[in-house]
């Protein structure tokens, strides 16, 4: 490969207690004989900063990248449905990894940590690099690992297109707080990709895995039956992000927030799982010479939006619970505990979309037959089940719960922060006091019905029609 620059302001190197900014050179053990990519986040080859910055050390060094996948037989709330994506997008990347030289290894393993540091010394790995991600869950593994590693550890932010620990050192406020910075620093990382091309050494490659094998052994949930709605891996990313480009984008500022319209572009599957780069997106969005205002509209969701969701879990621990929402929405609550609910539901009615409200049952019934629910269906969903339960933890828990189990896209901090904006006012300001929200932005059907059909989107959602496709 022709050399190329790798903008360190995207890596920390990872000790057990900081993240620490990174000068010119990196560390590299004396007699390394490799560079391991611990593969996690970003579960893809081309248009990757953090396997091209082991790669970018390994030319320098003068030895071979390792890529190593560890799986957990349990994530979070995710079921045989996402693990089914997730693993076929993997073994996607897996024989792309191969096709160029670089070996990937796939370990199944509860105690992710501990396997990438045995695998590390088994290679004699000089360095490690590995994946910015701010889930609680992610941090963990990597402390863990950290304490564990006899080489330098890094992290690389291949997610954010502007890092995350780099534009900001503290909770933004909201997105006009975060939008300056982005828009400030935007021309300096939208760079184009260096491509991968062969490795001139041959490395011997591992057996490559088996999905349906691996499958046998997660243990999580198969209720919850994988979906035909969306092709795994990055081919099908790229495949489909052109047809949007091609059909929709023109219409995205005008349509978007319509369910039955199909005006968005659906990439949060495989943006969640690192099929594709959320840069490799903006880059062909922005050059795309389709309606500016749809474009713009676009970048404020998949850079502003999406940055501002990493910030707000990268540096606010309780993302997943009432203390992180902000102290106003938080008095605001707890003044309205005992208002009066004029329905009360279960986690299990939630679940079954046994609801009275038709509206948000249909929204329940997309989300669990497509593993995608509407945008705009998705604030209307949370904010109803603040209403209809005892208390906002009650509502953010089962909130989670669901997200997670059913979503694609679940499981992410966009999830997490996109729950706290509807629930606990995150990102938001406070509105004019009512019954149970407080001062939480409220919204009802009445709101619905001025922006779509919300007949149409039940009759396509309701019980009944189970299983129907995504694109009608
Ligand atoms: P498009 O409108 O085509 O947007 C393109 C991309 O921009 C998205 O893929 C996403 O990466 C980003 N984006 C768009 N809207 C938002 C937003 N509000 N916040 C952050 N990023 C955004 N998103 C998830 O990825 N996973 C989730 O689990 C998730 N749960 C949510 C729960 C609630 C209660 C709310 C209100 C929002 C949630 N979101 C979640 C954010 C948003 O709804 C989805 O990202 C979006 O609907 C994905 O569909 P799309 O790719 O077609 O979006
Ligand atoms: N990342 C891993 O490194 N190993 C896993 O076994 C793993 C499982 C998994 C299952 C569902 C899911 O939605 C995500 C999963 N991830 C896994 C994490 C994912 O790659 C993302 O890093 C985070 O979920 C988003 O920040």
Redesign the pocket.
């Known amino acids: 490969m022709k050399d190329y620059k790798i903008d360190t302001r995207r890596i920390r190197e990872i000790t057990t207690s900081a993240y620490l900014p990174v000068e010119e050179s990196l560390q590299f053990k004396t007699d390394g004989s490799c560079i391991v990519y611990w593969m996690s986040r970003e579960q893809r080859i081309q248009d990757n900063w953090a396997l091209l910055s082991a790669l970018h050390e390994s030319q320098k060094r003068n030895v071979n990248v390792i890529i190593a996948f560890t799986l957990v037989p349990q994530f979070l709330d995710a079921t045989i449905r996402q693990f089914d994506f997730m693993l076929k997008g993997i073994s996607e990347a897996q024989q792309n990894a191969h096709s160029l030289g670089i070996p990937f290894h796939f370990f199944l393993e509860k105690d992710p940590a501990k396997a990438i540091t045995s695998f590390a010394n088994s290679v004699n790995a000089g360095a490690v690099f590995t994946d910015f991600d701010p889930l609680n869950i992610k941090l963990k593994w990597k402390q863990d690992a950290a304490a564990t590693l006899s080489c330098p550890f890094y992290e690389v932010d291949a997610h954010n297109i502007i890092p995350a620990r780099f534009i900001s050192q503290k909770t933004e406020f909201a997105a006009y707080t975060l939008r300056p910075k982005v828009h400030r620093l935007l021309h300096e990382f939208m760079t184009s990709f260096p491509i991968i091309t062969p490795m001139e050494s041959k490395a011997t490659l591992p057996d490559v895995f088996d999905v349906q094998d691996v499958l046998k052994k997660v243990k999580v949930r198969k209720d919850v039956q994988p979906v035909s709605t969306f092709t795994p891996g990055t081919s099908a990313a790229l495949h489909h992000l052109d047809a949007f480009i091609k059909l929709k984008l023109d219409h995205y500022h005008d349509k978007?927030n319509d369910p039955n319209a199909g005006y968005?572009?659906?990439?949060?599957p495989w943006?969640?799982f690192g099929n594709i780069s959320?840069q490799t997106i903006a880059l062909q969005i922005q050059s795309s010479k389709k309606d500016k205002e749809s474009i713009d509209g676009?970048i404020e969701?998949?850079i502003v939006?999406?940055e501002l969701?990493d910030n707000y879990c990268l540096y606010t621990s309780d993302y997943d619970n009432f203390n992180g929402f902000h102290a106003w929405a938080q008095t605001s609550l707890n003044a309205h505990r005992s208002d009066e609910r004029a329905y009360l539901y279960s986690q299990q009615q939630f679940e079954q979309a046994n609801t009275h409200d038709p509206l948000w049952n249909a929204a329940q019934m997309e989300m669990i037959n497509t593993g995608?629910m509407?945008?705009y269906m998705?604030?209307y969903?949370?904010k109803k089940i603040l209403e209809w339960t005892h208390t906002p933890e009650e509502a953010q828990a089962i909130?989670i719960y669901l997200?997670d189990t059913y979503?694609l896209?679940?499981r992410?901090p966009?999830?997490y922060?996109?729950?706290a904006?509807?629930i606990g006012g995150v990102h938001d300001r406070a509105w004019f006091e009512r019954p149970i929200f407080g001062k939480i932005r409220y919204m009802n059907a009445n709101g619905c019905k001025s922006k779509f059909d919300v007949k149409k989107y039940i009759a396509m959602h309701s019980t009944e029609n189970k299983g129907d496709s995504l694109f009608p």
């Not at 968005?264 to 949060?268: I, L």
């Open positions: 978007r968005v572009s659906d990439m949060s943006l969640h959320a676009y969701e998949l939006r999406k969701a995608k509407h945008g998705r604030m969903w949370a909130a997200n979503e896209d679940g992410d966009n999830g922060t996109g729950i904006w509807s």
